[in-house]
């Protein structure tokens, strides 16, 4: 089992920036695709980015070119930089894990997606 701990959210002025993070504990060897997923207010979840161990990377076209998602696989931790943030943005973002391994990692499917951390709130406004 995977446990996975967000933080860095907050309140931020359109055209700000968070950095998110997340650390991972427990067994993650299967745990080669992680991922940012988010979810607003009475909408459903949405993908954010998936991040396979690599470092390689797929983005939602929402977020493509202001989000950037790394990872550092020797303190298990993941991050999301989120830059030119806009008030549609503003959503409760989970980090989250596969619990299999696949070396193909570009699904921002959220129920591809088994481990999933308590969320952290960000705000744009």
């Known amino acids: 089992h995977v446990q996975l701990v967000e933080s860095g959210g907050g309140l931020v002025q359109p055209g700000g920036s968070l950095r998110l993070s997340c650390a991972a504990s427990g067994d993650t060897s299967n745990s080669n695709c992680m991922g940012w997923i988010r979810q607003a207010p009475g909408k459903e979840r949405e993908g954010v980015v998936a991040?396979?161990?690599?470092?390689?990377?797929t983005y939602a076209v929402s977020v493509k070119g202001r989000f950037a998602a790394s990872r550092d696989n020797a303190k298990n931790a993941l991050y999301l930089q989120m830059n030119s943030l806009e008030p549609e943005d503003t959503a409760t973002y989970y980090c989250?894990?596969?619990?299999?391994?696949?070396?193909?990692?570009?699904?921002?499917?959220?129920?591809?997606?088994?481990?999933w951390g308590q969320g952290t709130q960000v705000t744009v406004s």
């Open positions: 991040i396979a161990s690599d470092g390689s990377t």
């Open positions: 989250a894990a596969y619990s299999w391994y696949t070396p193909r990692c570009n699904s921002l499917r959220p129920a591809d997606f088994d481990y």
